[in-house]
């Protein structure tokens, strides 16, 4: 005997099924259902109306008016007939209908007279709910209300194909998002593990060039040496791919000595250049002396791509030269272009040599080395500062790779300071926190050299517990160690042993960001492994010099602003300087507010300050508002607001400086 209280479609599982895939039940109320549900209202006429979706057993309303109920019970409900159907349900006058003139909501309840459903049909033939219109008086749809009614029922099975696309495709996102984050990971993890043997190897044959050697040898060492800054050259490459592929490579925008830079660059690669090629650098007799912009990118444009007309040039020339294109009242554009008489590229080969992985000849991977790299990563460096690299190029007669970049004026003036040699530092005593035992011989060794004393730490304790015993000068930090790493170990010096002594980070690990953390962790200094000693020495006098703070430097992400201004300039420079213009002085308004103890005004300021704070990603200033805005609300200010208002107040001169440079 069939007990069903309720009729069955005969493709019930299936339904159900369909249904669940689109996870609409019990879910928030959304706008776009709730509009579909007034529309209906509207063009029917009617008290009543819901878009509604049947499971097992209830009818359980998305959106609805007039009912002020969340679900009933599938048995007692119209619109388990109407899901039986492939069309629209209209019943004029339920007292003349057979099924529902003794219904409880018709003959009481919801005083149902008239009655519209059409059921909601997905894209696969499956019926999981309906929309009706609804009345307490008898009722006739017109042709076009009935078309309106179909149409707002599409729209709605469109909103939910939309909505589940959009689930998936965020979860597909997250899925990519972890994809990426455990490529980096994998990627700076294994750079560790080959940058720690590696900074031995390189570290250990500076050492051994110093001392006294025949000609053989050194010919060996050189040797060692360049096999050596190579396979670290690879490293990097593969690095900054990852970088540029996950948007976490950013260009600095800093003023800089464009001279003595290109000079440097051709000086390094001057001494690798062999007898038979000439080697020069030609640069416009009116080509500015500084500008600001990122001279640690452009170095590595250059020596990339004057490596490659190097390395592909076996007799005949290689000429570097920068002409001075135009120069505004802000800026100057600058065309830098490196050309050689080397073996060219073919011409069908011209549109993907800028392919990661690709070479001109599939020979010249073996003749000439090389990961194919270079000139991908050259070509994006290049495009993340608003410039185009090109390349002309005839086989047997050479190659030219040329681009436009512009940089803004700056008004930096260098000053002359005389090299202090190591013995100028005296007789410093210093720890290293290192685990490894090659890079522990490596740097008692190079600090030996310089003339300073040298204690070692195999581990984060060790190394608390040496600086609670001694007095030392200086700390050289890793950051990968046991029981307690290098950021554990900071933060246990700085916060519970309170002492101010300069800590230098020294590692092989390249995740993005890292030299950020360091800093924010209270470190001095950053030293990246493989090092040079010149590096380290650097590093080590721009620690302990009393008026070098070694601040962290302000960095204002304008990714939201650049969307924004889709690429309008002029939008981008109004909205920056709008910035500059109104946010100081609100800060100012803000502190005067808030030493009169005016709750309303601070409320005020700090709320509508938040917004702009938000544009320019500026998370930390803003949480800054919050603590504030939050004893404005208990109307209770404390030191922990003035420490908040201290610095959001330094936080925003730091913004500001740093807006001013990149306009």
Known sequence: ???????????????????????????????????????????????????????????????????????????????????????????????????????????????????????????????????????????????????????????????????????????????????VLAKDSFLANMSHEIRTPLNAIIGFTDLLAQTKLDKVQHDYIDSVQIAGENLLLIINDILDLSKIESGNLTIESEPFNLKKTLKHVYNLLKVKVPNDIEFNLFLDADMPEHVIGDQGRLNQILVNLVGNALKFTEDGDVTVSVKMLEETEDNYTLKFSVKDTGIGIPEEKLKTIFERFTQAEESTTRRFGGTGLGLSIVKQLIELQHGELQVKSKVGRGSEFFFVLNYKKSDYIETKTETAAGESLGKLKILLCEDNILN??????????????????????????????????????????????GYQTTEYIRNEMQATIPIIAMTAHSLIGEQERCYEAGMNGYVPKPFKQAMLLDAIKAALNPDNKLARRRKVDLSFIDETACGDQNFKKEIINLFIEKIPADVAQLQEAFSRDDYDAVKRLTHNMKSSLDMFMLADLSNCLSVIEAEALLERFTAMGVDEINTLQSGIVDVVKYLREVQ
Not at 54 to 81: H, L, M, N, T
Not at 83 to 93: A, F, G, Q, S
Not at 472 to 484: C, E, F, S, T
Request: hydrophobic share 40%; proline share 4%.
């Open 440 to 485: 522990q011989k490596l740097a008692k060794s190079v600090i030996h050299n310089f003339g300073f004393e040298l204690d070692i730490a195999e581990n984060g304790e060790i190394g608390i517990e040496l600086l609670s015993k001694n007095e030392y000068d200086l700390v050289l930090m890793d950051l990968q160690m046991p029981v307690k790493d």
């Open 1 to 179: 005997m069939n007990t069903q209280p309720y009729p069955l479609p005969e493709n019930e599982l299936e339904r159900l099924a369909a249904l669940k895939r689109y996870n609409i039940l019990d879910t928030l109320p959304d706008n776009a259902f709730d509009d579909a549900t007034k529309l209906v209202s509207y063009i029917c006429g009617v008290p009543i109306a819901h878009i509604s979706f049947i499971d097992a057993s209830r009818q359980w309303f998305k959106s609805e008016i007039g009912i002020g109920v969340s679900e009933v019970p599938r048995e007692i409900s119209f619109c388990q007939y109407t899901i039986m159907e492939t069309k629209m349900v209209e019943i004029n006058d339920t007292f003349l209908n057979d099924r529902f003139k003794d219904d409880p909501n018709v003959t009481g309840g919801f005083k149902v007279r008239f009655y519209a459903g059409i059921p909601l049909t997905t894209p696969d033939g499956y019926n999981i709910g309906t929309i009706c219109a609804i009345d307490h008086e008898t009722k006739e749809l017109n042709e076009n209300q009935r078309n309106a009614l179909s149409i707002v029922a599409k729209h709605v099975i469109n909103l939910l194909e939309l909505r589940t696309k959009n689930i998936e495709l965020a979860a597909q996102k997250k899925i990519a998002d972890r994809a």
